[in-house]
């Protein structure tokens, strides 16, 4: 497989000339969520009424209505052999109908120069309210002398940026030699080093290839990604960080802006930031002027470069599916047990990865603590959270763990020639030439820098300050769901696990209670 062709500098339409993750921009077409003959069901159309999405001109992802997101996932996985078909994701965010490469900004950050001499005036998308930090000189001055990529809106000779992806952020693969772990250490040490590097420059390290010269020779190879997000500076809620899965081809430069990002979010919040959970491209993922990870924390990535595009494809086609049933709100974002990384290792795990498991926290803090916090807080709801949290399955939980035990499962198959067995990881076990690690820095802002993400609840409450109402919490007001768009065919979520234990402790404590009523009684009479 070849790389693409350059793309043209100047301003054009946003699926002309380029890639969406693993596909053509011409295998789509621009729409918004008003779309009328849109294959997207209708409850992820509701998300983006007025906004810019990428619509699959021909065979979208389909879902059964009446399975369970991962059950209906494991079904087609298994129908198909474990090997990816024609479908594409029937609902791509893109956010902004042009796009352009190859452009310097001028040192007063008021114009746009393009490699074919074009020039046009630069602005910048407005600021969301709900967000409290913004690009400053201090990101004018980072961007000096980068070739930078942007999507936004162009009208007439100006150009209303609302992603700026800069060249510094691309792998130089020209570079790669390499730079496997050595004794001590892991990837959970890389992404600690420099306090996470929030402040440091990009940098790519080769910690596998299959034969000397692969990493090299990897542009134009499709990828599948492990991405993981640091801790925010300035929220005491985000020391956990966020995860997801990316995918795409290498561009002939190592550039990455295309790839496909699968980027769960609660969709029944208003985020901060402006944030949908969608499958949306990578320079909106991290260089959104608004919502970007980049903007407001360092970011690391595992990239898998493969021979050929199977296991990216299957992936992509299996979390489609799961997007498919969470618009249509079939099962619900917890931020315990189905989360950012709990969502993405489920479906790796659905496609055929076995991925190990690590179990919960603690079960006997998770029943003690249940009544306790309850009790603390004087709120029902903060024991059922504690209890959810203890229980929770931890490669799930927090986003640093679900890297490590993903990536080091990956890098520790490859390297010690283990079989795998079937579906994604056989796909991986044949495919996988090399692997790298991206180290991504925080782009400066007026936003307080970040660092490297929590891995444990202990780690995370020994970062916060001890009384809850001390912490720096972002608001995130609630988008109430039409019932009008529920589907009754929709399958029904279980009682999540700490109702049940709830429902055990108030019987325990009613028999407790009746019992000393009972005594009292016996001993008045």
């Known amino acids: 497989m070849t790389s693409a062709p350059p793309t043209p500098a100047a301003p054009r ?9 693993l596909y053509a921009g011409s295998d789509f077409r621009l729409a918004s969520g008003r779309c009328t003959d849109c294959a997207a ?37 298994y129908a198909n052999e474990w090997q990816p078909d024609a479908q594409k ?35 910048l998308v407005p600021q969301l309210p709900s967000n409290v930090s913004w690009f400053n000189a201090d990101s004018t001055a980072w961007l000096q002398g980068q070739r930078l990529s942007l999507r936004g809106a162009r009208s007439g000779d100006s150009f209303t940026a609302r992603t700026i992806w800069p060249s510094s952020f691309d792998i130089d693969l020209a570079a790669l030699t390499p730079s496997p772990l050595q004794d001590g250490e892991t990837l959970a040490t890389l992404v600690r080093a420099d306090d996470g590097g929030a402040r440091t420059p990009a940098s790519t390290r080769l910690l596998w290839e299959r034969t000397p010269g692969a990493a090299r020779a990897a542009a134009g190879k499709p990828v599948l990604a492990i991405m993981l997000n640091g801790a925010q500076g300035d929220d005491d809620e985000a020391h956990g960080g966020h995860f997801a899965i990316a995918t795409g081809l290498m561009g002939a430069r190592g550039e990455w802006k295309d790839w496909l990002v699968a980027n769960f979010y609660n969709l029944d919040a208003h985020s901060e930031k402006g944030i949908i959970a969608s499958m949306l491209t990578m320079d909106a993922y991290l260089t959104d002027l608004n919502g970007g990870q980049s903007w407001y924390r360092p970011s690391y990535m595992l990239v898998a470069v493969l021979r050929e595009g199977r296991a990216a494809r299957l992936y992509d086609q299996g979390i489609a599916r799961v997007f498919n049933h969470f618009y249509r709100h079939d099962f619900s974002y917890r931020h315990a047990s189905a989360n950012c990384a709990g969502i993405s290792l489920d479906t790796l795990r659905s496609l055929g990865w076995s991925i190990p498991t690590l179990g919960p926290t603690s079960k006997a803090k998770a029943w003690l603590g249940l009544p306790y916090m309850a009790i603390k807080d004087m709120s029902v709801s903060s024991g059922t959270q504690a209890f959810d949290y203890m229980m929770a399955e931890r490669s799930g939980l927090f986003p640093f763990v679900a890297f490590n035990v993903a990536g080091s499962d990956l890098l520790g198959r490859l390297t010690q020639g283990k079989v795998m067995d079937q579906g994604l990881e056989r796909l991986l076990a044949d495919d996988v030439e090399a ?20 891995a444990s609840y202990e780690e995370y409450m020994a970062r916060v300050p001890a009384e809850r109402s001390q912490w720096v919490v972002r608001p995130a007001p609630p988008r109430p769901f039409p019932d009008e768009l529920r589907d009754p065919q929709a399958p029904k979520e279980p009682l999540p696990a700490s109702r049940r234990a709830l429902i055990v402790w108030l019987v325990g404590a009613a028999a407790v209670i009746a019992f000393v009523a009972y005594r009292l009684l016996r001993r008045t009479s």
């Open 13 to 21: 339409d946003a699926l002309a000339d380029s890639r969406i993750g």
């Open 41 to 77: 069901p209708p409850q992820a159309l509701w998300y983006f009424t007025d906004d810019t999405i990428a619509e699959p001109r021909a065979d979208a992802a389909g879902f059964v209505a009446t399975l369970p997101a991962q059950d209906d996932v494991r079904q087609w996985a």
């Open 89 to 123: 994701p029937a609902l791509i965010w893109l956010g902004s109908p042009h796009v352009a490469d190859d452009a310097q900004l001028d040192a007063d950050g008021r114009t746009l120069s393009f490699a074919d001499g074009t020039r046009a005036g630069f602005a």
């Open 435 to 454: 692997v790298l690690f991206v180290r991504v820095p925080q782009i400066p802002s007026s936003r307080a820098f970040g660092s490297a993400p929590v």
